[in-house]
């Protein structure tokens, strides 16, 4: 209908502490796929990629740690999902 | 009991925390709540309307003093189809009681505000630690451990939001609640000037407007679009659930884009700038998904405990998660009292959950869920109505038709036992 969303540009505003070099969510080695198409749809994030060429691309640095992943595919996609150590991640100024 | 153990130890200072907080600090009990983020708020986000009602029950008149943004005067419901839409406009001019109003309101202020009214009576907080597990002592919770340090406590609150870890590393929320219980929300927060804010939408000063849509926005999935106004800023987001969202051929964050660049939306924001992308998980299963909600030296309340009620027109979470704060700290004064805080001791929370509103609405409309799960609310229905409104208000020189007639065929696309069938089965859920 509209253009393809950019879901970055609108991360983009938001202020995040990265907790460099600790990812809160780590996935699996090799995710179930089809399990993996269902957060390409669900994560508000848009964190789950899909290249073209197929390859997944994950990066939790822009997770709004929403537990969307968690609730959907636990541990068929995900090594661990915690919650980010206190006072990193995303830092609501609104909410 | 240690000598310093805290009467309770809360986790989480969303509006289930601080007001647990602020009810237990007021009765002199020595509590303590831990928050991961920066701030009170800061891992917060709301659609966000909040119901007055049971926050004005503990401080009355709050929002007089309280950040809240605007009162809500104007309800609008929509079906949408992607390039119609079918509103239904309440305006209430009538005065309400404090108890009736409601408000929209942003957490990352309010939130805040709620903390410093639970610390002017005494409430500790402490921001920027993450609990990482309870401790237990033969099966009872006894505390937490905070980024390395023990902190001892008589009673446990876990406000710690729709994502309960703690609880379910206790073992009292089911670890993977089915899909189907749980929506997933995406918010814009857009900035526009006050007074075009209140042109666009037909406001007067203060006033609100809280507009909810069903159809296009969750791509025919169960869920729907809102619009929030706020002072100078409007919320305006999507939820969809998850049990359908494999095959949708939209991702989330298309369809909120999708949404506000819908002809009825995009002109209402027109030059409006972006402040904050936010996200939250909703659960929707109602009654169905209340887990254990207390056990030796722990309770669990708010979103943590799946306190929310989808009726379709409208959401509640927060007047929710505020009653079951207060209950939760109810029950620890009374185990306190009692020196006795097992699950027995603190079994009260259960039973004032039950004679409030809380567990009484939950059971109201505990068939609810399963009829938001029909497919035609979010598909045929929305173009039904469309569709006749268009046969109604077309004029083309063609020959015109009764209304009756135009109305029939209509209903007949959908299906009349559909209809027949939606319509007993959604008036007996509400």
């Known amino acids: ?95 | 009991m240690e000598e310093e153990a805290f009467d309770a130890i809360i986790v989480g200072a969303g509006l289930a925390g601080c007001v647990a907080a602020y009810v237990l600090a007021k009765e002199g009990a020595d509590v303590l709540v831990i928050e991961r983020g920066n701030y009170a708020g800061s891992k917060n986000m709301t659609g966000g309307r909040l119901y007055a009602h049971s926050l004005e029950k503990i401080i009355p008149g709050f929002a007089k003093e309280a950040p809240v943004e605007r009162k809500v005067t104007k309800e609008k419901v929509t079906f949408l189809t992607d390039d119609t839409g079918v509103t239904l406009d309440y305006h209430n001019g009538r005065s309400q009681t404090s108890t009736q109003e409601s408000y929209t309101v942003l957490r990352g202020d309010f939130d805040q505000w709620l903390m410093a009214k639970a610390e002017e009576v005494g409430a500790q907080f402490i921001t920027g630690i993450r609990v990482d597990e309870l401790i237990t002592k033969d099966g009872k919770v006894v505390g937490v451990n905070a980024d390395g340090d023990e902190l001892m406590a008589n009673s446990v609150i876990l406000a710690e939001g729709v994502n309960p870890v703690l609880g379910e590393k206790l073992g009292m929320v089911k670890p993977k609640v089915n899909a189907d219980a749980m929506a997933v929300g995406a918010k814009e927060l857009i900035e526009l000037p006050k007074e075009v804010i209140q042109d666009r939408f037909n406001l007067s000063d203060d006033e609100g407007a809280a507009w909810l849509f069903a159809g296009s926005p969750s791509n025919g999935l169960m869920g729907g679009g809102f619009i929030y106004t706020n002072q100078t800023t409007v919320s305006l987001g999507i939820v969809c659930g998850l049990h359908d969202i494999g095959s949708s051929d939209k991702t989330v964050p298309q369809m909120l884009e999708d949404f506000k660049n819908h002809s009825i939306i995009k002109p209402l924001l027109e030059g409006g700038k972006l402040l904050e992308y936010s996200g939250h998980v909703v659960p929707e299963a109602g009654l169905n998904m209340v887990p254990k909600l207390v056990d030796d030296g722990v309770l669990i309340t708010g979103d943590a405990a799946g306190f929310c009620l989808n009726i379709g027109y409208t959401v509640r979470g927060m007047d929710l998660a505020i009653a079951s704060g207060e209950a939760a700290a109810k029950a620890v004064l009374t185990a306190r009292e009692n020196k006795d805080f097992s699950a027995q001791g603190l079994s009260s929370y259960q039973t004032l959950l039950e004679d409030s509103f809380v567990m009484k609405d939950l059971k109201l409309y505990k068939n609810l869920p399963a009829f938001m799960e029909t497919p035609r609310i979010f598909n045929e229905y929305p173009k039904m109505v469309a569709d006749i409104m268009e046969s109604m208000f077309t004029v083309d020189g063609s020959e015109s038709q009764p209304l009756r007639k135009t109305l029939m065929k209509h209903c007949k696309e959908v299906g009349y036992m559909n209809l027949i069938k939606d319509g007993i089965k959604g008036v007996t859920a509400i």
């Open chain 1, 1 to 95: 209908m509209t253009e393809k969303v950019n879901v970055d540009v609108k991360l983009g505003v938001n202020k995040f502490h990265v907790d460099e070099g600790h990812p809160h969510i780590i996935l699996k080695d090799n995710p179930n796929m089809s399990e993996y198409r269902k957060l390409v749809n669900a994560c508000p994030a848009g964190l789950y990629k899909l290249e073209d060429d197929g390859t997944i691309r994950f990066d939790s640095a822009g997770c709004l740690e929403c537990g969307t992943c968690k609730f959907l595919c636990g541990d068929t996609i995900l090594e661990k999902w915690e919650y980010p150590r206190g006072t990193f991640g995303i830092e609501y100024r609104y909410g």
